[in-house]
């Protein structure tokens, strides 16, 4: 166990908690968004400086499986089919 | 063994933030989030029960039933949601907050 | 140690605070947003208490799925989602036995609060260490050969576990695909023409989300791992080649679609049959000297149908353009 | 040597992170937030991953970080272009 790594692994989840507050706030969508980005890099960086302190490859491959599955998120935003407005009568004025 | 302790703990405050969510919100999404959060308490209990003993053996089977669990709320959320997404679509007058009104 | 320590409470706290804000937020894609930043943080605590695969399958699942079939259901069901959400609206007058009162609020309230001192005292009620099934998982599968404890214990059990496991993947899917209105995915065309971009991302990204379903395939022997991790990795593959507007899983041919959504649970009851006849394999075990290869064939049977379905799922929860009209639920309605 | 360079590396990406999340918070509207987030994404993750691969031991695991950094780069350039331009579009349906 490396103590210098597991400081900067412990850090980076205090900014990760501060930049929480930009979720709570952001006026768009898209700043929350920006934020849970943001979030994903970071982890992915505590991951792989905790798999230094630790050194487990186990860590190293759930840090993959963040970097790999975090564009889902945000594709599945800008392209899920929205409701449609045009459909029938239970559209509000 | 204080690390366990510490996170049986929040486990215990996860659940019960989960059902008072689960009873006190009104829309369905929030609803199904809630019901996320109690099971993610849950499997938070069980996997530090599991870790009692501290770093040199980990109970396995709690984590396969953890893993186990996870296949199934998975499942039951997708159903979940799929199942508000019909309650949308026959009844699209709907309040947002789920409040679904037998109209006539 | 005192590092570890600030790590842990940094942990709660984020875990705590993102739960909190979630219930309590009256804005809905906020609650979202941090639903799947929630799925992080508890993946990260996995990490901590030891329980590297359920931190594999929480980050899958997690940062993946589940966010897509809460951004996808939430889109579908908000046509102005950008507005600022009023969520506590004053209950219906012309309906007063909707409106839950005073007291009920009261009485859930104290329920919780009981609920919360009961679970307590069961939590510093229980003994401080405890060797729990450790030891008869150890002496249970020794014949099996397998290094890593997790898999092994997942494994002895394979045949009531994964067999339930997929048993409940496909009754949810046909859940869905009732709720829905629909026999198979086939024909649910993507919601938009492709994307240059999600083009460009999908040709280089998809190869690896396949190598790594396999990787973690192969990985599940002796390491974290296994065949669900791999299958949440093969149905995410499939969900982002859907949305980047392929076709994905929606253009197999409805036999083929139905054989890969049966075969891990077909297989596994193949084989419990073959053992119940076979005198010297134990009842839902594998045959002796058989188990390597036997174990592998079903793993990847299973991998492949858990990705199938959970895909599948996905697809349908977020539902896209007809191409063929079918029963929406409207018509014969009495 | 590569041991204290790694760990220099490391703490300068660990900077870049603090002054995405800064620039996150304090910037006045949401295409500098945007931008201000690359910065961490590109520059932290990979100050940090180029650290780990000098400091590790084994060839395979510091190869596993490379691959981990192109993943983020490429997908978070993907995410960040995709997030611009539905803001674009949210500005424009606005006017």
Known sequence: MDLFYLGLAAFMLLTMLVGMIRVFRGPEPEDRLSAMQLFGTTGVAVLLLLAAAFNSPALRNTALIFALLAVLAVVAFVRAPARKSDSDQGEKP | ?104 | MSMGLALDVLLIAALLLTSWRLLEASDLFQAIVLFISFGLFLSLVWLRLQAPDIALAEAAVGAGLAGVLLLGTFKGLEPDFRKKQEESKPCRLDRPGACPTRVHYLAALLGVLGLAGILTLAVLDLPRSANGLTELAVRAFEPGGIDHLVTAVLLDFRLYDTWLELAVLVLALLGVLGAGGRHSVRGLEPPWDPDPVLVWLVRLLIPVVFSAAVYLLLLGGHAPGGAFQAGVILASGLTLLWLAGYRSVTVLPRGLWYGLVICGFGSIEVLAIFASVHPETPVLGYPPGFSNPVILALESLATLSIGVVLATLTIETLGGRERTPHYSGKGDRP | MMEVLGRIMCLAGAFFFLAGTVGLLRFPDSLSRLHALTKADNLGLGLVAVGLMLTSDSVLAAAKVGLIWIVAMISGSTICFLLGRSMLAGMRRRK
């Open chain 2, 1 to 104: 063994m204080n690390t366990f302790l510490l996170y049986s703990l929040a486990a215990v405050v996860l659940i019960c933030l989960g059902v008072h969510g689960l009873i006190f919100r009104r829309h369905l999404l929030r609803k199904v989030m809630a019901l996320n959060i109690i099971s993610g308490g849950i499997f938070l209990l069980l996997i530090s029960t599991a870790y009692r003993n501290g770093t040199e053996a980990a109970d396995p089977i709690p984590q396969a039933m953890v893993l186990t669990g996870i296949v199934v709320t998975v499942s039951a959320t997708a159903f979940a949601l799929a199942l508000i997404r019909r309650i949308h679509q026959d009844n699209p007058d709907a309040d947002d907050d789920g409040d679904f009104g037998d109209r006539e």
